[in-house]
Structure formats: structure tokens, C-alpha cells
């Protein structure tokens, strides 16, 4: 296999408005990134990527962009933006951008533009279609509930948004737009920085005739005409040929609904495309058939089927991009940890479970800190567009039970992610001296990074241990992955085979104490622990097979 830095690499992610306020006013911003600079780099984290922080109205935390090559008042300047990246390059540090292309903000000038007349140039930038009878153009619902269409008056036409009324959707069938699309990439990439992370880009390539789903006229959801559509790869082939093939750089599209299939052409080793996808298969297992908030509990088999999956599918064929949260997703150790009795042991169980795998490995804000989901009591303290406009339609509009929404909200809202970053004891988690855009977790006096630096067991110093294997062995970047005791009900366990080396990774899901019933085919006498979540397992030997809660160890044959 072609030996890449992108693929040795790790990846933290920083989610501006949320990690650290320079200023007191609140609201995360480019200089808090860079007072926390060293603290980043001592993970031993080779790329950032950082969520827009271009301008924008936030009608959605900057995922709305009004203008490309700006930045948003809040977060800083441009002066400052330059001073992130050399301060970054001269760490060593790499920085991944945002890029936001399957829709912008309303407040776009070419929006503006293209909204005033049907013969604006700009018209067809966007996606416009006059209504069906009185009716949208289509049946589809948006990510974010309701018609995925907005009427505008001014020229009684609709135009499609995917996401919020505020973010129209790009129209790529134009080949003006796409020209605009790369220059502006280009230039960003002039300026020094090293990669884009590309929001819902599977998404760019509509079906021809935007036809409604069978359900039709009752809105529904319509993916099937927009995930992964016609034309998405001869686009991103395209962007590829014009812009990507032209720079030493790291890529990795957001693609949910994409299949391993489809992966294996998006993130393909001839690099024709991207680097790297992210998948959501995984983030679907504790939903049911209604849909993320349909919660449902998950289970130990899907998650190896899921994973193996993907592992096993792009194995020789494609890279994968690795991921327990992000700033859209609960809490990890939330999510599929323990955060109460055993919160550190099991983020560091997660932790190794994930970076062992084959892939790009990425970090989240805060998950090497430990932190968990919040609970806020009222519907007011969500700031999350995805929950307001859900909470209104399903409790407001539809009368259904608020209780099991708010419920739901703490299993799944993305603010469970946008908390800010704990930093100490300090009043406000040490985030902010003024009050924050939205509200601290409480448990921010047990859960910050002053207490993970000042204990040398801690997840922060777990995480610098584990990266630091990567450097050392090939075998965790490159080896194939194989599933092991499959049926096992509480253990995760798989190897990993590169040249005449062996990894066995296993790990403990549940917080019971677990018999573990050892490969017979490797040789444990030749084994070497590489590490692990409970100092006794150093100790003992390994034919000690009892797992304790949540334990993860890490062993290499020779
Ligand atoms: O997310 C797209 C996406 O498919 C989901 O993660 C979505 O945001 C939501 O969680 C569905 O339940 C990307 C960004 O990561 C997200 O923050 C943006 O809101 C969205 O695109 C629109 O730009
Ligand atoms: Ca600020």
C-alpha cells in the first residue's frame, strides 16, 4: 500500500465558537485557537481541522457562509486567520478548512443576486422551480424538518434548501459555479493552508428533474434523488483534476448515505477523487426506522458489523477516515462509553478501539478531556437550529409528548458537542470572562483540562500515548484488519496483520468483569502489551483472561 502522510496522520477538531473565547465577549474566536496552540500540539495531532470560520449570518454556527474569503466578525480577521496558519506551520501543524459548497448563505451575494430576476446572471447559481399546483416543486423534506423549499415572492419561484431556509443550495450543474467554487479553493490553498474538509459534499449532484419520492404529495425524505446523484463523481473528479491533484493536501468529504461502494470510488487509492470519507453508518445504530430521533438503544453486533464493514470493504480499495463524535454527534463516551462510574476508563477503551482501526484517526474538541453530554431543562438553552426547528414542529406544531423530545434531545442534539470547551475551575470552565454563547456543562469542576494536564493517568495523556504508537509502529496505520470472536456479546476484539507482525486489540464494551477467551493461534509468550487502560494488566501475566470493566489492551506479536 502507497505510504501517505494524510494517512499516518491524526486530526483534531476544532469547533471555533465553542473552544475558546479571547475577548469576553462569549463567542469562541481565532486567538483563543492560538493561545491553545501548544496544548493541541502536545496530543501529538499532525492536522486541525477547523469549522468555518468564514463570514456568515449563523443562521447554522457558520455552516451558512455569506462570503468565502472573509472571516466572520466574531471569530476575527484575516490578519488573525494568517497568524493561526504560520503559528500552526511553525509547530509543524497542518490546517484542514471547512469547505461549504453544497449550499451558502442566503446573505451570498450571488443569492441576492440571483433572487432578484430570472434573468440575473446569478439565477442559475442556485436552484429555482416554479410550484406544482400551488404547491413546492417537490415533496422533500429538509435535514432540518419541514419542505426542503422556500417560496420567494419577488419572483414567485421556489429555491431548494437541503438544510435551512437561510442555506440555498448550490447549483453544480453550472459550470460558472463550479469554475467560482475552485478559484476560491485555490485561493485559500495559496495562502497556505493544507487541506479542505468538504460539508456534505455527496450531496452536490441533484437527480435530473428533482422528481418527488413515491409518497409524493406528502413530504418526505428524499435522499435517494440527492445522496451520491448522477453526477457527483464527474464533479469531484473534476475539482480533483482543476485544484486538488495541483497541491500536497489532505481531503476528506462528509458524505452521509454513502455506501462502502461508494466510498471505494470517492476516497479510491488512484486518487482521483478525495483522500477520505466520512461514513454515518455507525452513527445510525441507535436510531430506528423514524430517523435520527427515532432513539433506540444500540447494540455491540451492529457496531462490528458496521465497523468490520467499512474495514474490511475499502481494505486495498479506498482509505477510511475514523470518528466516535463530532461537533454534529453526542458525546462519545456518552454515546457508547460509560460517563458516570467508569468515564475515564471507557474514553480511553473508545480511544484505543478507534485508532487501532485502519484509517485516519479524528479527535474531537474535548473528547480527550472526557466530556460528556449536557441536559439543559429548557427547550430556550438549545442553540442548535436542528433542534429548535424539530422541537417546533414535533411539540409545537404536532402536539407530541415534550418530555420524550426533550428525552430524545439529550441522546442525540448536536448541542451535546457545542458546550464549551472546559478549560479549568474557573468560573464559566474557563472559557470565557463574559457570559457564553451557550450554557456551560455543570461538570465542568470534575471535567477540565487543568485537572487531565496535572494527572499523568489522565484520557489527555492516554491520547498522547496512543498517538505516539502511530509514529512508532506501521502496523496501526497500515495493517489489515480481522474481526475476531464475532459473536462475543461484551468484546470488541480484532487483529490487525502487517508483514510477519500481529496486533490484537480487544476490548471490554461493558462494565462488567468478562472471561476472555484467548486466540489459540497466537503465540502469547512472544506477545508485548503496547497498552492498555488498567495499570494491573502490566502487571500480571496474560494468561490473567479476566477483563475488567471497560478495559482495552493492546498487544503486538513478532
Ligand atoms: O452536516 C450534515 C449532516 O448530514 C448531518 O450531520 C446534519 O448536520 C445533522 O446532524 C442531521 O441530523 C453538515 C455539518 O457538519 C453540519 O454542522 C451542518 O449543519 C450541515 O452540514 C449543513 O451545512
Ligand atoms: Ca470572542
Redesign the pocket.
Known amino acids: 500500500m502507497e505510504k501517505n502522510w494524510w494517512k499516518e496522520s491524526v486530526v483534531y477538531q476544532i469547533y471555533p465558537r465553542s473552544f475558546k473565547d479571547s475577548n469576553g465577549d462569549g463567542i469562541g474566536d481565532i486567538k483563543g485557537i492560538i493561545s491553545k496552540l501548544d496544548y493541541i500540539k502536545n496530543l501529538g495531532v499532525d492536522v486541525i481541522w477547523l469549522?468555518p470560520v468564514y463570514k456568515s449570518p449563523n443562521d447554522?454556527?457558520g455552516?451558512?457562509i455569506s462570503d468565502y474569503k472573509s472571516i466572520m466578525d466574531e471569530f476575527g480577521t484575516m490578519e488573525d486567520m494568517d497568524e493561526l496558519i504560520s503559528e500552526m506551520h511553525s509547530r509543524g501543524m497542518k490546517l484542514m478548512m471547512d469547505l461549504?459548497v453544497?449550499?451558502s448563505s442566503d446573505e451570498h451575494h450571488w443569492f441576492m443576486e440571483s433572487r432578484k430576476s430570472k434573468d440575473n446572471p446569478y439565477r442559475d447559481y442556485y436552484i429555482w422551480k416554479p410550484g406544482k399546483d400551488g404547491n413546492e416543486p417537490n415533496n422533500w423534506t429538509s435535514?432540518f424538518s419541514g419542505s426542503a423549499w422556500q417560496y420567494d415572492e419577488e419572483t414567485d419561484e421556489y429555491y431548494l434548501h437541503l438544510?435551512s431556509k437561510k442555506?440555498p443550495d448550490l447549483n453544480w450543474e453550472n459550470p460558472r459555479l463550479r469554475k467560482e467554487v475552485y478559484d476560491m479553493m485555490k485561493w485559500w490553498l495559496d495562502k497556505g493552508i493544507d487541506g479542505f474538509r468538504m460539508?456534505?459534499i455527496n450531496l452536490i449532484s441533484k437527480a435530473d428533474g428533482l422528481p418527488s419520492t413515491s409518497k409524493g404529495p406528502a413530504y418526505d425524505w428524499g435522499g435517494e434523488f440527492f445522496m451520491n446523484g448522477p453526477r457527483v463523481h464527474q464533479y469531484l473528479q473534476e475539482m480533483n483534476r482543476e485544484v486538488l491533484s495541483k497541491y500536497d493536501m489532505m481531503t476528506v468529504g462528509?458524505s452521509?448515505g454513502a455506501s462502502t461502494e461508494d466510498a471505494a470510488k470517492y476516497a479510491n487509492l488512484d486518487g482521483t477523487e478525495l483522500n477520505m470519507i466520512f461514513t454515518?453508518e455507525h452513527m445510525d445504530i441507535d436510531s430506528g426506522p423514524g430517523g435520527?430521533w427515532d432513539v433506540k438503544a444500540w447494540e455491540l453486533s451492529d457496531l462490528k458489523e458496521v465497523m468490520s464493514k467499512w474495514q474490511y470493504d475499502l481494505h486495498d480499495k479506498a482509505w477510511n477516515s475514523l470518528y466516535l463524535n463530532?461537533?454534529?454527534?453526542p458525546r462519545m463516551v456518552s454515546r457508547f462509553g460509560n460517563d458516570k462510574e467508569y468515564r475515564v476508563v471507557s474514553a480511553k477503551m473508545l480511544a484505543t478501539f478507534l485508532h487501532m482501526m485502519q484509517g485516519t484517526p479524528y479527535i474531537y474538541q474535548g473528547e480527550e478531556l472526557g466530556m460528556t453530554n449536557v441536559q439543559f431543562d429548557s427547550i430556550e438553552d438549545y442553540k442548535d437550529i436542528?433542534i429548535q426547528n424539530m422541537y417546533r414542529e414535533k411539540v409545537i406544531e404536532n402536539g407530541e409528548d415534550h418530555d420524550k423530545v426533550m428525552e430524545s434531545i439529550y441522546i442525540k442534539g448536536?448541542d451535546n458537542a457545542r458546550t464549551p470547551i472546559q478549560w479549568s475551575t474557573d468560573e464559566n470552565a474557563g472559557f470565557t470572562t463574559g457570559t457564553p454563547w451557550i450554557k456551560v456543562n455543570p461538570n465542568y469542576k470534575e471535567i477540565n483540562a487543568e485537572q487531565v494536564l496535572s494527572d499523568s493517568d489522565s484520557i489527555y495523556y492516554y491520547y498522547q500515548k496512543l498517538i505516539k504508537l502511530r509514529k512508532e509502529y506501521e502496523i496501526i496505520v497500515y495493517g489489515k484488519y480481522d474481526l475476531i470472536l464475532e459473536d462475543h456479546p461484551q468484546i470488541y476484539a480484532y487483529t490487525r496483520t502487517w508483514k510477519d507482525e500481529k496486533l490484537l486489540v480487544i476490548n471490554n464494551f461493558s462494565s462488567e468483569e468478562v472471561i476472555l477467551p484467548l486466540p489459540a493461534n497466537l503465540d502469547f509468550h512472544t506477545a508485548e502489551l503496547l497498552i492498555g487502560n488498567y495499570e494491573e494488566a502490566y502487571a500480571t501475566s496474560l494468561y490473567d483472561e479476566k477483563l475488567k470493566p471497560f478495559e482495552t489492551r493492546v498487544y503486538l506479536f513478532k
Open positions: 469549522s447554522d454556527n455552516y451558512d461549504v453544497n449550499h435535514f438544510f442555506q460539508d456534505v462528509e452521509p454515518f435520527k463530532n461537533h454534529d454527534q436542528e448536536r
